[in-house]
């Protein structure tokens, strides 16, 4: 892993009283969030500490010690088998994430070890592959600090880069003519293979939009990288209106991240507010092919997987009747809440009720802490009780 179509978006723009064409970024007015300073972006920026207990305890966290497998071993074990189990810990296995085990002798050795050298590992399943048994819960040998562990199973498919590649650092990134905020940790993304985030801001917002939506350090001290891309479309949705390039945008992203700094791949996640929060829904259907889980704020719509069987995971938040500008964001948010709960995958529904805004600080520690916890093709660890960073008004479908 390290080594609408173009024609009924102008239709629909022209219908909307918009001037067809024209970028409102340029205009300096914000039509989504003509308030500004409370709509388009300029929100406070606490609540950064939501969710940093999630994924702690998937893994090797001091259960693979050698009180479980070398002492009960050497004491209960056959003394035949016993002494290749003990010390080591299954010397044909898992060097040193499987101290619980027994050898491929010890069969009657070690009260919790596997016949075939540890094949469980540690205790608490880092797999023959993970020889560090990483304290945060990784297997496979992956190194992905404070996120679920591999669920295992069919592997997302991962787009390769058409062009060259930027080198990878905090700050805006060319990826062929196109502008991406890239915020990361250059150290922690060097040593741990991390989730990759995309941001997709409001109409008449800008990539630091990112900054009020997502807990960024929590990310990036996990290794992974948030992406925001630049519009370079015009109106009132610069991102749906684009025909496949923002789609073919992100693609380059990831994979130019994979080849360049490694990514945990099972974690590749969206976010939105308002114009992107559409894009957001748009989005991980387009690329259910590697999108673990997403996430929005007055977003939603319908449309067609590309992946049906990645039954990825939904948080959504909308601002209750209010929520109105252009369009009902209400409205639009329960069709894709509707749609994915009728395709059996995990949606959690929130109304804020505030109107069209993102809820602070609630929603980005919400969100961070499900970016962390829902992996690809797994199955969603919060079951029908989300944890403490997730509000109260957000209801499992």
Not at 302 to 311: E, F, I, L, Q, S
Request: charged letters at 10%; hydrophobic letters at 30%.
């Amino acid at each position: 892993m390290r080594s609408l179509t173009s024609a009924a978006c102008a239709v629909i723009l022209c219908c909307f009283g918009v001037a067809c064409g024209e970028d409102p970024r340029d205009s300096g007015t914000d039509p989504i969030n003509p308030g500004g300073t409370t709509n388009g972006g300029g929100f406070p920026t606490t609540g950064t500490n939501g969710g940093n207990t999630a994924g702690t305890s998937g893994g090797g966290i001091n259960t693979g010690g050698t009180t479980n497998g070398a002492t009960t071993g050497a004491t209960t074990g056959a003394t035949t088998g016993a002494t290749t189990g003990v010390t080591t810990g299954a010397t044909t296995g898992v060097t040193t994430g499987a101290t619980t085990g027994a050898s491929t002798g010890a069969t009657t050795g070690s009260s919790t070890g596997a016949t075939t050298g540890a094949t469980t590992g540690s205790s608490t399943g880092a797999t023959t592959g993970a020889t560090t048994g990483s304290s945060t819960g990784a297997t496979n040998g992956d190194d992905d600090a404070g996120m679920e562990p591999d669920p295992g199973g069919p592997a997302p498919t991962l787009p390769t880069p058409k062009g060259t590649c930027p080198k990878f650092s905090d700050g805006m990134l060319k990826f062929g003519a196109r502008d991406v905020r890239i915020y990361m940790d250059v150290t922690a993304a060097g040593s741990k293979d991390g989730p990759v985030v995309f941001y997709w801001y409001g109409t008449g917002g800008q990539p630091t939009q990112a900054q009020q939506a997502v807990d960024i350090k929590m990310i990036t001290a996990a290794g992974g990288i948030v992406a925001a891309p630049v519009h370079i479309n015009g109106g009132t949705f610069p991102w749906i209106g684009g025909g496949t390039a923002d789609y073919e945008l992100a693609d380059e992203v990831v994979g130019c991240a994979e080849k360049e700094i490694g990514i945990d791949e099972r974690h590749i996640h969206s976010h939105g507010f308002s114009a992107g929060g559409l894009f957001s829904a748009q989005f991980s259907f387009a690329r259910s092919n590697y999108i673990a889980s997403v996430a929005m704020y007055s977003g939603g719509g319908t449309g067609r997987a590309a992946d049906p069987n990645n039954k990825f995971a939904a948080l959504v938040f909308y601002g209750g009747p209010s929520d109105v500008v252009v369009q009902s964001f209400e409205t639009s948010s329960k069709a894709y809440a509707m749609q994915l709960k009728g395709a059996g995958q995990y949606v959690l529904l929130c109304n804020h009720g505030k109107g069209h805004m993102m809820p602070q600080p609630a929603g980005p520690a919400a969100s961070t802490a499900f970016f962390m916890a829902h992996a690809y093709g797994s199955m969603s660890p919060w079951g029908t009780m989300p944890p403490s960073s997730v509000p109260s008004y957000c209801v499992l479908q």
